[in-house]
């Protein structure tokens, strides 16, 4: 890469960061108070908080890359144009290739970035999301049943920890699968 191809590259790179983190930033803020549900009903941890806020974020990722795209290169260009910088570059004898080929290169790691969040690290986040879900349901769910059961206050349930990082317990999955088939056996009883 030259010299001037380095120095576009570096002028749409640094906007691209920027504009990504912020569109995050603004997206994440408006899942994590879906999320605050969770801290406030199930008394979790402000970290159990954290991290499935933090595991929804590759989704948000891979929807506002394409549009921190557009926006970073729409401003580094248009601040070429009102530094003259882009008049210089042509007069110079440069053709808009060597313009564009720059800005074609930071969109093809932006695709790139965009392919392995969506397949690769969204789907994974995903699981591990939706089983610490399945988790917590769970406990609350027996947290429940042992305060509405007639037991007096001597004993009381057992604190709540974090949610399990290994995909869920085996109850949690079997409650999670019996949940899932129990409505379907209401609406369609078999005779």
Not at 174 to 182: M, N, R, S, V
Request: aromatic share 10%; with cysteine; glycine share 6%.
């Amino acid at each position: 890469m030259s010299g001037l191809s380095a120095y576009i590259f570096r002028q749409v790179l640094g906007p691209l960061i920027f504009f990504t983190f912020a569109l995050v930033g603004v997206a994440w803020l408006s899942q994590s108070l879906r999320m605050l549900d969770l801290v406030i009903n199930q008394s979790q941890s402000a970290l159990t908080y954290l991290y499935l806020t933090v595991l929804a974020l590759p989704q948000v990722l891979g929807l506002l890359l394409p549009f921190a795209l557009v926006i970073a290169v729409i401003y580094a260009l248009n601040r070429l144009y009102v530094e003259n910088e882009l008049v210089v570059i042509w007069a110079a004898g440069f053709n808009r290739w060597a313009v564009i080929w720059p800005v074609l290169s930071v969109a093809l790691l932006a695709t790139i970035a965009a392919y392995v969040t969506n397949l690769m690290i969204m789907p994974a986040g995903m699981r591990v999301h939706k089983s610490c879900w399945r988790t917590d349901r769970v406990r609350f769910g027996k947290q429940l049943e042992w305060r509405h059961s007639g037991h007096s206050g001597a004993r009381r349930a057992q604190p709540k920890r974090n949610c399990n990082l290994h995909g869920g317990t085996r109850a949690a999955r079997q409650y999670a699968h019996g949940a899932a088939t129990d409505h379907v056996k209401r609406k369609h009883p078999v005779a």
